[in-house]
């Protein structure tokens, strides 16, 4: 799976042509309008596809809304389900397990589906989930690339589904508290936005033989809609973050939580116009093949979201944010008058540019996301979900855009900045940041390549570019049985 940027592109430029082929003869599939009624004084029916990470937090929070019952589980790792059988000490009905979730989309008595498997399904899931009747709440991102989040949310506005994605600091009352604030003219005009990820990512390691399969897995079933090859890595779990054909890497894993915040405060409501990545797999050499250290500039006419990943080591306590202390995984809007700074998924600070504290914000769990979309689903009402899917594609798809620049980038030395930098000084000292951090950590940029992105432009209205090379890398190639179902 080791790849280069040229026989990465070049292979999705060869590929593109079977893959227009395979949308126009794909059939589009059979819809079903059945949707079980549940009435006020009847729980909803819950099923859980994929448990062997972020799926465990999923099952936890169907087990802690009274109004929910979880009556069944599915991976196609049959481990999986002995991990899991100490979450239903309590529960009165243990859930079924089911190998192949196609088996619970045949289920006219669930309700809800809940998607915590690799990102590669995400949107494919969500979709067939919701063709056979089921509303969904899918993690984040909610799509593998650029098309498929407009996809997803077009198929649950013509079969009136609820779909969610999962980004829980939309539900937390210290956050959204937060947010209500900047929108209200707490700091002033807020143009620019920064959303930070500095998330220690150690080496997966570097090997030129196929992962060992878990016994019993089906990896065919595994590997869906993405090649059927198993990817040479130490293991198949939780590293597929860092391959382009299953994961997007930080950019696409942690930071879809913080451009999402990072957009929802700047009020954005459409993809921004330019899009530009800078960064590289720096500091080891391994089997991955996505972004360990990453710049992003996403800009609209009017505002700017920096986006921030650092995997290496942090050998200084980042203090970007002044009276705000050290910050990690967070996010920092910057006004006329001032600045907020939110270190968590549940609190905030606003701070004036003379230190003075203005307001400060907390409260909330992870278990509200979940009780605000079983919410919507009893009220039939999508403007009750706090990020509803179309929400939720936009942030997602801003992360592959940053990929898509990365992915078309060339190598540069570091110190060199793509033009978007501007003089924007915000913009200017992240740059200046980031690179002595790369420093810090003796990274040479002439055993692992720094690159500096193509910039993208994007059209707002149709997402899509000018750049034929990108608009290749906005979708995939499905394999056969596994096609994205268009509208």
Same mark, same amino acid.
């Given at each position: 799976? +080791?790849?280069?940027?040229?026989?990465?592109?070049?292979?999705?430029?060869?590929?593109?042509?079977? %893959?227009? %082929? /395979?949308?126009?003869?794909?059939?589009?599939?059979?819809?079903? /309008?059945?949707?079980?009624?549940?009435?006020?004084?009847?729980?909803?029916?819950?099923?859980?596809?994929?448990?062997?990470?972020?799926?465990? /937090?999923?099952?936890?929070?169907?087990?802690?809304?009274?109004?929910? #019952? !979880?009556? @069944?589980?599915?991976?196609?790792?049959?481990?999986?389900? &002995?991990?899991?059988?100490?979450?239903?000490?309590?529960?009165?009905?243990?859930?079924?397990?089911?190998?192949?979730?196609?088996?619970?989309?045949?289920?006219?008595?669930?309700?809800?589906?809940?998607?915590?498997?690799?990102?590669?399904?995400?949107?494919?899931? %969500?979709?067939?989930?919701?063709? @056979?009747?089921?509303?969904?709440?899918? #993690?984040?991102?909610?799509?593998?690339?650029?098309?498929?989040?407009?996809?997803?949310?077009?198929?649950?506005?013509?079969?009136?589904?609820?779909?969610?994605?999962? &980004?829980?600091?939309?539900?937390?009352?210290?956050?959204?508290?937060?947010?209500?604030?900047?929108?209200?003219?707490?700091?002033?005009?807020?143009?620019?936005?920064?959303?930070?990820?500095?998330?220690?990512?150690?080496?997966?390691? *570097?090997? $030129?033989?196929?992962?060992?399969?878990?016994?019993?897995?089906?990896?065919?079933?595994? @590997?869906?809609?993405?090649?059927?090859?198993?990817?040479?890595?130490?293991? +198949?779990?939780?590293?597929?973050?860092?391959?382009? *054909?299953?994961?997007?890497? $930080?950019?696409?894993?942690?930071?879809?939580?913080?451009?999402?915040?990072?957009?929802?405060?700047?009020?954005?409501?459409?993809?921004?116009?330019?899009?530009?990545?800078?960064?590289?797999?720096?500091?080891?050499?391994?089997?991955?093949?996505?972004?360990?250290?990453?710049?992003? !500039?996403?800009?609209?006419?009017?505002?700017?979201?920096?986006? #921030?990943?650092?995997? !290496?080591?942090?050998?200084?306590?980042?203090?970007?944010?002044?009276?705000?202390?050290?910050?990690?995984?967070?996010?920092?809007?910057?006004?006329?008058?001032?600045?907020?700074?939110?270190?968590?998924?549940?609190?905030?600070? %606003?701070?004036?540019? $003379?230190?003075?504290?203005?307001? @400060?914000?907390?409260?909330?769990?992870?278990?509200?996301?979940?009780?605000?979309?079983?919410? &919507?689903?009893?009220?039939?009402?999508?403007?009750?979900?706090?990020?509803?899917? #179309?929400?939720?594609?936009?942030?997602?798809?801003?992360?592959?855009?940053?990929?898509?620049?990365?992915?078309?980038?060339?190598?540069?030395?570091?110190?060199?900045?793509?033009? *978007?930098?501007?003089?924007?000084?915000?913009?200017?000292?992240?740059? &200046?940041?980031?690179?002595?951090?790369?420093?810090?950590?003796?990274?040479?940029? =002439?055993? =692992?390549?720094? *690159?500096?992105?193509?910039?993208?432009?994007?059209?707002?209205?149709?997402?899509?570019?000018?750049?034929?090379?990108?608009?290749?890398?906005?979708?995939?190639?499905?394999?056969?049985?596994?096609?994205?179902?268009?509208?």
């Amino acid at each position: 799976m +080791l790849t280069t940027r040229r026989t990465f592109v070049e292979g999705a430029l060869g590929m593109a042509a079977a %893959a227009m %082929a /395979s949308r126009q003869a794909a059939a589009e599939p059979a819809t079903s /309008s059945v949707q079980r009624h549940v009435g006020p004084n009847e729980k909803i029916h819950v099923a859980v596809i994929g448990f062997n990470g972020r799926g465990l /937090s999923h099952i936890q929070g169907w087990l802690g809304n009274t109004g929910a #019952e !979880l009556v @069944a589980l599915s991976d196609c790792d049959p481990g999986a389900e &002995a991990r899991a059988v100490k979450r239903f000490a309590n529960v009165s009905r243990r859930p079924r397990f089911e190998k192949d979730f196609r088996t619970l989309l045949d289920d006219p008595s669930i309700d809800v589906v809940s998607i915590a498997t690799p990102n590669h399904w995400h949107a494919l899931m %969500a979709i067939w989930a919701m063709q @056979a009747g089921k509303d969904v709440y899918v #993690e984040k991102p909610c799509s593998h690339n650029v098309e498929e989040g407009r996809v997803t949310t077009q198929w649950a506005r013509k079969l009136g589904r609820m779909c969610q994605m999962g &980004a829980q600091s939309r539900s937390m009352p210290g956050m959204r508290q937060a947010i209500d604030f900047i929108h209200a003219g707490g700091i002033g005009k807020v143009q620019v936005a920064h959303a930070l990820c500095y998330k220690r990512r150690k080496s997966i390691g *570097l090997v $030129d033989t196929p992962a060992p399969v878990p016994a019993g897995l089906d990896f065919d079933l595994w @590997a869906g809609p993405a090649p059927a090859v198993v990817p040479h890595r130490t293991r +198949l779990h939780y590293d597929w973050h860092w391959n382009r *054909l299953t994961g997007n890497g $930080d950019l696409g894993n942690q930071n879809p939580h913080e451009i999402d915040k990072a957009r929802w405060g700047l009020g954005k409501q459409t993809l921004p116009a330019r899009v530009v990545s800078v960064g590289g797999r720096l500091g080891y050499r391994d089997s991955g093949d996505t972004a360990n250290s990453q710049v992003t !500039l996403f800009k609209w006419d009017d505002a700017i979201v920096i986006s #921030e990943v650092r995997g !290496l080591e942090l050998k200084t306590a980042p203090t970007i944010a002044r009276q705000a202390g050290p910050v990690g995984v967070a996010n920092i809007w910057w006004g006329s008058e001032g600045y907020v700074v939110t270190p968590n998924y549940n609190s905030g600070v %606003a701070f004036d540019y $003379d230190g003075k504290q203005l307001a @400060a914000w907390k409260g909330g769990s992870d278990q509200l996301h979940y009780d605000n979309f079983l919410d &919507a689903v009893r009220r039939r009402d999508r403007a009750v979900l706090h990020l509803d899917i #179309e929400e939720g594609h936009l942030s997602s798809a801003m992360a592959h855009l940053g990929n898509v620049s990365w992915a078309l980038g060339e190598k540069a030395a570091l110190g060199e900045r793509p033009k *978007l930098t501007g003089s924007d000084p915000h913009v200017t000292e992240t740059f &200046a940041a980031f690179e002595s951090h790369l420093r810090d950590n003796a990274v040479d940029v =002439t055993e =692992t390549p720094f *690159l500096i992105g193509r910039e993208i432009v994007v059209d707002p209205v149709t997402e899509r570019s000018s750049d034929p090379e990108a608009n290749v890398l906005f979708s995939r190639e499905y394999r056969k049985g596994f096609e994205l179902p268009r509208v």
